[in-house]
């Protein structure tokens, strides 16, 4: 059975990422994420939807990632991404990433990110920024993208509420 979706309570923004998200990963944000301004430097949000991928791969499918330094033979691959900003956040905050996947192709999968700040020192609670990811399957040994394995399709299907 699939999660209860739901999404994070922030005040209405004509920017977010309509419906809802069946999982969230917590990520606190450290000194070193913060540039010059005192912000979350633009990169980091990268690394967040990363850290929330691979939480999401692993409670989804129900292992580790593979990966193909470590001589897994399969895995996956970041084949695009946008991220749209949206306010701000700062050293100590606790941001939550939604996380869901919108489609499943032939070798890839669109996944869905949802950066939230809750409310702190900083200002009441609001919407960071929402990502745009692109994941390609991928035999590592031949170099190409290969179809996306039956078990994660019907294991994403599940958690997403999907029927196939």
Do not use: C
Not at 5 to 31: N, T
Not at 55 to 83: C, F, N, T, W
Not at 105 to 130: F, K
Request: net charge neutral.
């Amino acid at each position: 059975m699939a999660p209860p979706r739901s999404r994070i309570e922030v005040p209405a923004d004509a920017r977010d990422m309509a419906g809802d998200f069946a999982h969230r990963h917590l990520v606190e944000v450290r000194l070193a994420d913060t540039d010059a301004m005192g912000h979350v430097n633009n990169a980091r949000y990268l690394t967040y939807t990363e850290i929330a991928r691979v939480a999401y791969y692993g409670q989804v499918i129900g292992k580790s990632l593979p990966l193909g330094v470590h001589g897994a033979e399969e895995g996956m691959i970041l084949a695009d991404i946008r991220v749209a900003y949206r306010s701000p956040a700062f050293f100590g905050e606790t941001l939550t990433v939604e996380t869901r996947t919108d489609r499943i192709g032939t070798t890839s999968r669109t996944q869905g990110h949802r950066i939230t700040a809750p409310e702190s020192r900083y200002g009441p609670a609001r919407l960071v920024a929402v990502a745009e990811a692109v994941l390609v399957s991928y035999d590592y040994r031949a170099e190409r993208p290969i179809p996306v394995p039956g078990e994660w399709r019907a294991a994403i299907a599940a958690h997403e509420g999907w029927r196939e």
